[in-house]
């Protein structure tokens, strides 16, 4: 049980939401056969998978330094236990980034360091068992991550990068998450997260024209796959679905027309948010990065800016180079990619978007990172 007396939790107090140690077997539903098999992975858990298991954490801790690095460092410290909000809200103690981390790092002391190999007891190396597999789902699937911990830890341990290692894993031995499984399964082949064709998309933007025009009396348009745009708008796919109207496409649509800025959507690359970055596949994230790159080429744009959403930004910045680079075919003076937040203030600052600021005569001064696009 957690000991709520210790100093950093008598500093922070902690009011679980729910009963401490009621997630502790919750799991989120494992991916159906024909899911798994759709995106690249076996179907279900394969004979040997303790041996392959062992074989890609080899693979993943030799690719990446970096992993190497946050299994390496920790000093336990505590700083990250209580920033985590999965921990904040079950007090679940293995839901502490740390321990989440240890999930992995025990089973990498037992087969990749000397000590692990021979003394595993001295050094709280662990067996990559049954009941660690089973851990390893609920708690790596108990990570958004949203790097939050990171933030706060003297070595910027990144236990989001632990969890998309752990995930890897997970999937390459036949054991993936439905729900990200399915939605990247969709996004490959539709080219968005919800599933929606090209004549669903069109029929959205058509409406949302015209909703603009009746509230303002402006004709604004918001195109589909025009060629020759200068920027490629890049949006989740819940943009066309759940908010358009509140701070979605309709507030995309005015800013551009306001600039002047010619723009298009693609029913190619209909999907910003990326979740192969959830499953910490390599392959899969760089499907989805390609649609965008193939995208941009075809239509033949300037630029290509994402919309507003914390994770498909997280995934942007840090890998579309990476994933589907070089962009040498865009315009060198834009950074590849952009956020609209970036667009709208370079517009703001070049006095090309003029506000009325008796519209919002409330002022507000906040920074919330709740979708960690600050840290994205
Ligand atoms: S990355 Fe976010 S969700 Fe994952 S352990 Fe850290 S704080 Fe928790
Ligand atoms: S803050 Fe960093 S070093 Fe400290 S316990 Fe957490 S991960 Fe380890």
New binding site residues.
Partial sequence: MLDFETPVLKQYPIIPLIQPGVMAHSKPYVAKPEIQGKIGFPEELVENWQEVAIKKMGELVSKSRALRVFLDSCVKCGACTD????FLGTADPKNM?VA?QDLFRDVYRRYFTFAGKYFPKLVGAKEMDKEMLDDWYSYFHQ????????VYCPFGID??EI?MAAREILDSVGVGQKYCNEIIGKAQTIGNNLGLREPALLDTLEGLEEDIEEETGVVVRLPLDQKNADILLVTPSADFFAEPHVDGLIGYAKVFHAAGLSWTLSSHASEAANFGMFIGSHENMQILAMRIRDAALDLGVKRIVFGECGHAWSVAYNFLNTLAGPFDFLDPNYPVPQHICEVTYDLIQRDLLTLDKSANDDKVLTFHDSCNIARG
């Fill in positions: 920033k985590c909000h999965y980034p989440r990570c958004s991550q949203c790097r939050r911990c990171s236990t989001a969890s």
